[in-house]
């Protein structure tokens, strides 16, 4: 690039500097699919060595200056009811019992009885062993059924097993299946592993959407986290998803921020939009709307749907009802304005 | 002449047993009783508010289950830590409510009676307020007295350290978790009071102090639904009506007191309990 001589300032342009707007980042999303297909493991180790890394440094500022943002008044009113309608309501227990998912389903249709107005979540999220009965609980509702699957939550069993697990959950009726990458394989780098597994659960899904857990917090850097989010969506994931929630670290900021840039240049190169889920440790409204903001600043409104972008969540829904009640009624709410879970 | 840099306190508001500057980030400057600069005080914020009632109810179970027993120990202990800070506590009273080094160690000593005094209640307020119900069939039958939950003090603006004493330790004492707004003018008596409860086994959160304009906090903590009862002491007279109707909106329930009370007075205790009934059968 050539120095910009001294005269050249005088010929600054006078049109106001242009601010990003949320045009600018909606994604361009390719018309040609610019990835080649995977055939081997070589090539795919090829195309993640290619991967920019990931200034981790930048990623957390970034992060820790979007979560800055003030989001107030009916924009804040706007965005909890979006964010009530991301939700997956979960509950992975052991002592899950078909009463307590009848009650998380009752309340995924209706999150405040009282209030028509409030969006039903996107979905709950069971073990496989409860999607059928979740599945009668909701009928025709537009709430779906989400099941871990895969020898969740630390996907320590033989492939045949954990097809097994995903076929049973979605001929029991899931909409959605959450598996979990083979974390062990992915860190002593058989990535092909990784990669077949996918493919392989993605077939077995069938219909139903597939979405990937990383597990960012057992991957250790943001460079695996990019590279895991990459061979989930080559493999034909719908959705990234970071956490199973079973781990001391859970989502954060920076993980979601690096795995929605993946998703932005996936969409970019392959042409094709993969959603992103949140999961674990995400409690409070202020929690969600900051995800919003940088789910926003980073791929565009186009994520901003039930379809691209889902919070993992038990007691977060609760928070989100109370911060909602608490804009319309201009005082601070109790907390057992709402059914526990 | 000593070169050393003056090391100025820095009187911050206290939320479940830590020691925060308010989240605006806002501070006003206290002065004493005849007008020079006493100190800079947190303003406390709505959302100050918000985070006190919040560690108030988190503790709130906690407090009430502990044994009566232990309530009073704790309580004692607070007056054992006040003793032996009397003289600062004497000094802030002295420059907060303009008397004299004498009148101001017999507020202290006042005061610190007080919180012996409420020690003593927690293990008798069940034979005061409660009792043994007449009833016909095989049934012992008890009134039992249980704590609101969590209560709002507005404390009395003049007297900056008895009358918050008083406010804050007779719900505490009968098992309730406390939210207290320091009176707006003379604040730091009760944030030295605050401090000493950090050394004397209170649980955190039992007791939370805002330090702020009253005007603007005392709506938010009446309209709080999660408070149970609010004591409107040290609210302008003319806002009082208008806070208890705040306070009606979530069915608090409202002390208003009765002029200066500068007696001890079971009255106080008696306003935030409410009596549970309890059937039990003969013989079993």
């Known amino acids: 690039m050539a ?10 342009s006078t049109t106001p500097l242009r601010l990003v707007t949320p045009e600018d980042r909606d994604v361009q999303i390719a018309a040609t699919v610019a990835v080649p297909r995977i055939e081997s493991e070589a090539q795919l180790k090829a195309l993640l060595t290619s991967l920019s890394g990931v200034d981790a440094v ?75 009965h979740a599945r009668s609980v909701l009928g025709a509702s537009p709430v779906a059924v989400a099941s871990v699957a895969t020898a969740f ?11 097994m697990d995903v076929r049973e959950a979605v001929r029991a009726g899931a909409d959605e299946i959450d598996m979990v990458i083979d974390r062990g394989a992915f860190l002593s780098g058989r990535i092909g592993q990784v990669f077949d597994e996918v493919v392989a659960v993605k077939e077995a899904c069938g219909d139903a959407h597939l979405k ?21 969506m080559l493999g034909g994931a719908d959705f990234i998803k970071t956490s199973t929630g079973k781990v001391t670290v859970n989502a954060t900021l920076p993980v979601a921020l690096v795995m929605l840039e993946a998703v932005r240049d996936f969409a970019e190169t392959a042409g094709r939009t993969v959603g992103v889920k949140v999961a674990g440790g995400i409690r ?57 879970d | 002449m000593s070169d050393r840099l003056d090391v100025r306190k820095t009187y911050k508001l206290l939320i479940n047993g830590a020691f925060p500057r308010s989240e605006s980030g806002r501070s006003y400057e206290v002065t004493s009783a005849k007008g020079s600069f006493l100190a800079n005080v947190a303003q406390g914020s709505r959302k100050d508010v918000r985070d006190a009632v919040t560690a108030a109810r988190g503790a709130q179970s906690k407090w009430w289950n502990a044994t009566a027993y232990n309530r009073g120990q704790v309580l004692y202990r607070l007056a054992e830590m006040a003793e032996s800070r009397r003289d ?19 507020t202290v000593s006042a005061s610190i009676d007080r919180m012996v005094w409420y020690a003593g209640w927690t293990d008798k307020i069940a034979q005061v307020l409660g009792g043994t119900n007449p009833v016909a069939g095989p049934f012992f039958n008890f009134s039992i007295p249980v704590p609101s939950g969590v209560v709002g003090v507005i404390s009395v603006q003049e007297s900056s350290l008895l009358g918050f004493v008083d406010a ?48 603007e906090l005392a709506p938010v903590l009446a309209a709080h639904e999660d408070v149970d009862g609010i004591d409107l002491a040290g609210a302008a007279l003319e806002t009082v009506d208008e806070l208890a109707a705040l306070g009606a909106g979530s ?8 002029g200066k009370e500068d007696d001890p007075s079971i009255r106080r205790v008696r306003a935030f309990v409410e009596t549970s009934t309890v059937w039990h059968t003969i013989g079993q």
């Open chain 1, 3 to 12: 120095a910009r001589s001294v005269a050249s300032v005088d010929k600054v």
């Open chain 1, 58 to 132: 930048g990623a957390e500022a970034r992060a820790a200056k979007l979560s800055t943002r003030s989001i107030k008044k009916s924009t804040k009113l706007a965005a909890i009811e979006m964010a009530i309608s991301m939700v997956d309501l979960t509950t992975l227990e052991g002592a899950d019992t078909p009463g307590r998912v009848t009650s998380l389903c009752t309340k995924a249709m209706r999150p405040d009885p009282r209030d028509l107005t409030v969006p039903s979540v996107a979905a709950v999220c069971v073990y496989p062993d409860l999607v059928a």
């Open chain 1, 153 to 163: 939550p630390s996907g320590r069993a033989s492939l045949d097993v954990k097809l």
């Open chain 1, 212 to 232: 990937v857990i990383l597990e960012t917090g057992e991957l250790v850097t943001y460079d695996n986290v990019r590279r895991a989010s990459w061979v989930a």
């Open chain 1, 284 to 340: 409070t409204s202020k929690d969600a709307i900051r995800y919003l903001v940088v789910v926003n600043e980073t791929v565009g409104s186009t994520w901003l749907t039930p379809t691209h972008f889902r919070f993992g969540a038990s007691s977060l829904l609760n928070d989100l009802l109370m911060q909602r009640l608490k804009q319309q009624r201009g005082a601070y709410v109790r907390a057992d304005e709402f059914s526990g």
């Open chain 2, 88 to 106: 600062e506590l004497a000094q802030h009273v002295a420059l907060a409510d303009g008397v004299n080094a004498r009148t101001s160690q017999k």
């Open chain 2, 168 to 215: 804050v330790l007779a719900p505490i004492c009968a098992g309730n978790t406390v939210v207290a707004l320091a009176s707006e003018a003379r604040p730091t008596p009760a944030v030295l009071l605050g401090e000493m409860t950090a050394s004397s086994d209170f649980p955190a959160g039992v007791l939370n102090i805002v330090t702020g304009f009253t005007g």
């Open chain 2, 251 to 258: 069915i608090k329930r409202v002390y208003r007191p009765l």
